[in-house]
């Protein structure tokens, strides 16, 4: 899961994820590995943590926690201690790290160094896991330049043997970046930074309500002393009116820009206001714009009643979200085995996310261009320092400028293939709601309305269209869209078969020159249909869009579908609850299943982010001996202490091995070890107000299906009678993200790629994480397979990085 993407590319849907590598269980084995947590704390640390753990002892390793950072490794004693699987059990939803963190000023002299060589030699130490900002990735780096040096030190002043020198010569670093501000270059997301949004995005929808019953203007301060991406995408995905973020600061004039613009809004009807200011931010002479300096202007200007909230502390808080458990997860896992690989001259590295793949990249390349930014700020080069943040950071202030523009630019520029009156562009939904559509449609309309088109809402779906239910949409029309749940335009999922003509007959009526199509199978479907249809209506030979938005992830020609992080935080969330239910109580498992069809993208996600004991699928056959393990697993864990155990099951996983049997069996077999209970979660999956990932996802694929739509236009016949004309493959896509890319698949390609029966992508990328959810839940005494396959991730690095 990735929030970022890159440009829009036309492809193929021949990209498949078959590259793997075996993992042989214990084939490390006796190697000292350690992990510990640096600087400032964020959520999906401990996710980190567990993984490292678990993958390690998988390998063979002796893992150690170092506690309190830096300062634990110089102290040693009870500071340095083995890690054993059970110890790790029940962390994965907790928020900050469990095993502690200080910034430690000693390690910074080469004698604090020496301590903490010393202690790690003593425990056979020489594979470190460094979880924290540039500043512990550096240090750990300098550690690792010095060691040989240290070590002959140690020699000299008889604090190590020469036996003791040779064995652990070398010592290997691998850093993951745990920063709520997203402030390190080489990495879409650090690991915090959806937790902190989604904390800051639950604060702002809670003051909306209050804020509108007293006509208040609010103004969020949010954290980033150096990188405004929180305030940035908070922005983005609270519709707010103005934000100050340290690398662009406002125009000298932004008093009178702010007002008039806040004057502007309130002029339209609105009653609220809300401004976001990053704690960093500075104006063009270098000097700090404050929350309170920013409610002075306000208040003299216009004399509106203004209040201050600054998030503080409370944005590193709470549980970390699905999508920092899965990252925490899949960069612990990739780190060992980094670690694993190196050689002596392997350099240190760091574990970045490059769309949805794990990668690793050069620790110093990284941290030199992390520094270039804060550079280029001292230099007041604005410009570049936007640049240098990259194109998602440049991207997300792009669409926020234009979203948040009262009108069009004007004026509009002439295209002598364009209509003088613009086109009209129709949006619709298909398919079950989900939430991010509402942000979509409001990105389409504002998108239209800013390039001199027209916006046409259809109302529910094809029998809205069907019965004329058609509405010109203007700017304010979308005001508030995005923090709704569900589909405001409301939805169907009715196809246009067997009604094409009538369908056919209805876009031509109301002059309809491009479709967006939101949804999700039947939205996709849909589209197919009307392309297919096209030599016998021809009406349907306009451009067409189809934007996947489903829970259940399962439509092709993209990794994520609008709506399917949503469900997968109301999952985790549900499934924290119900374990939190049995707190105190005897032993007791949790069979839980969720929906999805026949794609078990969200039981396998879910269970990777929920810490699940098993997760099945119907994808990944699975037989009466793969339970029998799986109850084995469980007793083994209980065993061990372990009070709390998880099964998730998708819907449609096994028409025999239902929920409830396997709730029963694991009654029968468990009586005298543990307990069972059984829940089927059903729509409270499809409810709930739409994540910050959902809410950004939307508003840029929306903005980038107007650019598709546009570009189509162009190349299209401009009939007499004002109709478009255009039936090339390239005419009829689905707008996709792939690994970091927004891309356009035509539809008839899909085709080839598409289980049509089971409703579901004959490939899906998200199967790689099978085995590492298999390795992370399983007790080690429950191992009984040598190994396994695990995905080769991609080590290059994609153009565009931020």
Known sequence: MSAQAGDVVHQSPSAVYDNKRFIERGSHKGKGLAVFTSGGDSQGMNAAVRAVVRMGIYLGCKVFFIKEGYQGMLDGGENIVEATWSSVSSIIHKGGTVIGSARCLEFRERSGRLKAAKNLVDRGITNLVVIGGDGSLTGANLFRSEWSSLLEELVRTGQITKDQQTKYAHLHIAGMVGSIDNDFCGTDMTIGTDSALHRIIEAIDAIVSTAYSHQRTFIMEVMGRHCGYLAIVTALTSEADYVFVPEMPPPRDWPTKLCDKLEQERSTGQRLNIIIVAEGAIDRDGQPITAEKVREVVVKNLQQDTRITVLGHVQRGGNPSAFDRVLGCRMGAEAVMALMEATPDTESCVVSLDGNQAVRLPLMECVERTKAVTKAMENKDWENAVQLRGKSFVRNLETYKMLTRLKPPKPIVEDVNRPSEGFNLAVMHIGAPACGMNAAVRSFVRNCIYRGDTALGIHDGIEGLLAGNVQNMGWADVTGWVAQGGAILGTKRTLPKPRMAQVAARLAEFKIHGLLIIGGFEAYQAGLQMHEARAEHPEFC????????????????????????????????????????????????????TMGGYCGYLAT????????????????????????????????????????????????????????????????????????????????????????????????????????????????????????????????????????????????????????EHRIPKNHWWLKLRPLLRILAKHESAYEEEGMYMTVEDTTVAEGVI
């Open 542 to 593: 306009i451009p067409i869009v189809v934007i996947p938005s489903t829970i259940s992830n399962n439509v092709p020609g993209t990794d994520f579908s609008l709506g399917c992080d949503t469900a997968l935080n109301e999952i985790t969330e549900i499934c924290d609850r119900i374990r939190q239910s049995a707190q105190g109580t005897k032993r007791r498992v949790f069979v839980i299943e």
């Open 605 to 756: 996600v879910a269970g990777l982010a929920g810490g699940a004991d098993a997760a099945y699928i119907f994808e990944e056959k699975f037989s009466i001996k793969d339970l029998q393990q799986d109850l084995y697993h469980m007793a083994a864990k209980m065993a061990e202490g372990v009070q709390r155990g998880l099964i998730l099951r998708n819907e449609r996983a096994n028409e025999n091995y239902n929920t409830d049997f396997i709730y029963r069996l694991y009654t029968e077999e468990g009586k005298g070890l543990f307990s069972a209970r059984q829940n089927i979660l059903g729509h409270m999956q499809q409810g709930g107000s739409a994540t910050p990932f959902d809410r950004n996802m939307g508003t840029k694929m929306a903005s980038k299906a107007v650019d598709g739509l546009l570009e189509q236009l162009k190349l299209a016949e401009r009939r007499p009678n004002g109709s478009i004309f255009i039936n090339t493959p390239e005419s009829a896509v689905m707008m996709g993200v792939i690994r970091r890319q927004y891309r356009l698949t035509p539809l008839e390609a899909l085709k080839s790629e598409t289980d049509f």
